[in-house]
């Protein structure tokens, strides 16, 4: 199992246990500081372990930070539709 696959996996299982915490903004300091640290995770896992794990973190993290992705999903047809 290398380096990264294990970031990933941490990453995951962190990401899990702070959604768990109540917390009073909802969440968003948490998500912020959890897209910076799974950054550096996805070229580490193109590189060690292929695209198919890159593409499964990928999938995993969107599902756990789904509003983010879906408020940049709507901004991106906002700027797309002008």
Do not use: E, T
Request: hydrophobic share 60%; glycine share 4%.
């Amino acid at each position: 199992m290398s380096l990264s696959l294990v970031a990933a996996l941490c990453w995951c299982v962190a990401a899990n246990l702070i959604a768990m915490l109540p917390m009073r903004d909802h969440h968003w300091r948490a998500a912020h500081v959890l897209m910076v640290l799974g950054l550096p995770i996805v070229p580490g896992l193109a590189v060690q372990d292929g695209w198919p794990h890159v593409l499964a973190f990928l999938l995993a993290a969107g599902s756990i930070l789904r509003w983010p992705v879906f408020l940049a999903c709507k901004r991106l047809r906002v700027v797309l539709s002008r």
